[in-house]
């Protein structure tokens, strides 16, 4: 079946770039984003990226898909402390509804 | 004002008793989902509704129910809530008009289940 698969945690030092990676299995994806969860809020779309795309830059984001590998991942360049959320990637599953990820918890540390 | 709402934010309640979450939207959505989120497992689908007359089952809709009673609403209920219910509950709302799947969130649900 499909399914979505993440990295439960990533730490990195104010500043620095965190690149945050998910794996899925759905090839027939026409879509995958990327939501971010902030502490006591609902979730909000960060980005998404058309599957015949392999790179889409949106300010500080880059989305990297590599379709043959299944694997896409957002880079966050000069990660701040505002950043520290959990980040969710999904896969629009082809009936539609999408399917999460389990999310990974980004802490951005001084 | 917030597109997506839910009502009530937290709630607390025991074993046993029957409880209603609900999500209303101003987004003029058709579609609408209910998601719970545990720790470690991301979010997965309990029920959607691709307009008033259509309702459909997710992956875990045992145990609960819901009620489309508008475009802009979308209640779920919990029969007789067992404590492995507690869990972030989480609405959400799709444009199908629109060419990505996007969905627009509500802020979430905390029930605990005792």
């Known amino acids: 079946g499909e399914d979505v698969e993440q990295s439960l945690f990533l730490s990195v030092r104010e500043g620095d770039s965190s690149v945050i990676n998910c794996t899925y299995t759905?090839?027939?994806?026409?879509?995958l984003y990327w939501y971010k969860q902030e502490p006591g809020a609902g979730l909000q779309l960060l980005t998404y990226i058309f599957s015949n795309m392999d790179m889409k830059q949106d300010q500080r984001l880059t989305v990297l898909l590599n379709k043959k590998d299944k694997h896409l991942s957002l880079r966050i360049a000069d990660t701040q402390t505002g950043d520290s959320a959990i980040y969710f990637c999904?896969?629009?599953?082809?009936?539609?509804?999408?399917?999460f990820g389990t999310g990974t918890r980004l802490q951005v540390f001084p | 004002d917030a597109d997506v709402t839910q009502t009530p934010r937290n709630r607390i309640t025991k074993t046993g008793k029957r409880i209603m979450l609900e999500c209303s939207q101003t987004k003029g959505h058709d579609r609408m989902y209910w998601y719970r989120q545990d720790p470690g497992l991301g979010l997965q689908l309990i029920y959607y509704?691709?307009?008033?007359?259509?309702?459909n089952k997710g992956e875990i809709s045992d145990g609960y129910s819901v009620s489309r009673q508008a475009q802009a609403k979308f209640s779920l209920s919990l029969e007789s809530a067992i404590p492995n219910q507690t869990a972030l509950y989480f609405c959400?709302?799709?444009?199908?008009?629109?060419?990505?799947?996007?969905?627009?969130f509500g802020p979430g649900t905390r029930l605990t289940v005792l």
């Open positions: 999904a896969e629009s599953g082809g009936t539609d509804k999408l399917i």
């Open positions: 959400a709302t799709s444009d199908p008009g629109q060419n990505t799947d996007t969905q627009y």
């Open positions: 759905d090839s027939s994806s026409t879509y």
């Open positions: 509704s691709f307009d008033v007359k259509d309702i």
